[in-house]
């Protein structure tokens, strides 16, 4: 037998992804995607040891998708059975304030997550369906949440309290939650290790960038600020997300277009962000076309960087020092030129950017600030740090289930 490993799940409305993870290594000997799950044609993408295997075919529903997913790992290996797997991991977005922890599934939590429904509307209903359906075929595993927004309760009240009126928090759940906290935490910890110092002597500026992106304040390994608010809508430009806007523009819309608050809230979520500015919200086609002399393109990535670095000015405040500024996620990894613009002429803040180093690619968590110790060292690392959520979910899985 093996070390423990948990098969990890992540339950979109039309898709589901999973893995099983070695909750001590993090290898991934199988993982796969369904997409496109009650459409007429649904896909299976498989990787085990006999690398990729495609399954196209109409997939039902989210146990349909299991089903197949359990088949695949029968069919194309690697087989479950020769692994010791002690947990199913679920990924559930929010969380609300009833979780701080990862907790084992049971009725109570099924409860509890349905009645957070209204704060997540588009997630927590198929986090649910994933986990009903898990649960229906592997009966005899426990089941673990774990939850985009328990990172964050330990925001302080001043920090999470919108200046609304002050029972709309306690009667309808009105209050910044934040999210990617399984991100953050993975991030936070590993910036620690690469520093090799305590967690819990480190302030740390996260940076998650992916197609959703959000941005924390992390005091000695407790959340103390972050840019999502009660929804993932607010804080910094996305994908197809707009981050901060008036909040008045709703109203505005409205009144003099006529548009329904359903759309414009679609519009914010799927139309906006860099897809809304440049038409495109993959990262790497914005850096081509912005090479290329676009001007919108150019234009959406300004956008992105002054937002993100305008969220680094208001932490650091938070804060007060800073030991740490860290990037992760498909664009804080790979994009160096976010990088390099968002912490551009901020020497007299201590931060600076290596060009060398941040140029450099690699998987591995590294530096990309000169070394303290040279002509032009600073006092605050800038890192850049890949995130792995699956292996945090594994890890914290094995913690509740053991
Ligand atoms: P998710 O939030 O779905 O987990 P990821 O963290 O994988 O997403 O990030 C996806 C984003 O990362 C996309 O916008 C993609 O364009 C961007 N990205 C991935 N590789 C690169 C790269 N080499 N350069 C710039 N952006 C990249």
Not at 256 to 262: N, Q, T
Request: net charge negative; charged share 20%; proline share 5%.
């Amino acid at each position: 037998m093996s070390t423990p490993h948990v098969l990890v799940v992540n339950a979109g409305s039309s898709s589901l992804k999973y893995s099983l993870v070695d909750a001590a290594t993090g290898a991934t000997p199988g993982h796969g995607l369904v997409e496109r799950i009650g459409e007429s044609t649904g896909t299976l993408v498989h990787h085990g040891p006999e690398g990729e295997t495609r399954i196209e075919g109409p997939v039902a529903d989210h146990e349909a998708a299991f089903q197949l997913a359990r088949d695949a790992f029968t069919d194309h290996g690697p087989q479950l059975s020769s692994y010791d797997v002690v947990a199913v991991g679920h990924r559930v977005v929010h969380g609300g304030e009833r979780f701080s922890q990862p907790v084992l599934i049971d009725d109570d939590v099924l409860a509890a997550v349905r009645d957070l429904v209204p704060l997540a509307p588009l997630h927590n209903p198929a986090n649910l369906e994933g986990i009903a359906s898990a649960r229906a075929l592997f009966p005899d595993l426990p089941h673990v949440a774990i939850f985009d927004t328990a990172f964050h309760q330990t925001l302080p009240e001043h920090a999470y309290t919108y200046a609304v009126p002050r029972d709309w928090v306690g009667e309808h759940g009105i209050r910044r939650y934040g999210f990617h906290g399984t991100s953050f935490s993975f991030v936070a910890q590993a910036a620690a290790d690469l520093l090799e110092r305590p967690l819990t002597e480190l302030n740390l500026i996260v940076a998650h960038l992916g197609n959703g992106a959000s941005v924390t304040a992390v005091r000695g390994g407790e959340s103390v600020e972050t840019s999502m608010g009660m929804t993932p809508l607010e804080g910094l430009v996305m994908g197809t997300r707009s981050g901060d806007v008036d909040p008045a523009l709703h109203a505005h819309l409205h009144r003099e277009l006529g548009w329904s608050l359903d759309e414009i809230d679609r519009i914010l979520n799927r139309e906006s962000g860099l897809k809304g500015l440049a038409g495109e919200n993959d990262f790497r086609e914005v850096l081509r076309l912005r090479d290329e002399g676009d001007a919108a393109a150019a234009l959406a990535f300004d956008v992105y960087c002054h937002r993100l670095r305008k969220y680094v000015g208001a932490y650091y405040a938070v804060l007060g020092t800073v030991d740490a500024i860290v990037f992760t996620g498909g664009v804080g990894e790979n994009a160096a030129p976010v990088r390099a613009a968002t912490l551009s002429g901020l020497e007299r803040l201590g931060i600076s950017v290596d060009e060398q180093r941040n140029a450099e690619r690699s998987d591995q968590a590294r530096s990309i600030s000169p070394d303290p110790s040279t002509e032009g060292g600073t006092d605050v690392a800038v890192l850049v740090v890949p995130t792995d959520e699956e292996w945090e979910i594994a890890r914290q899985s094995v913690a509740v289930s053991g």
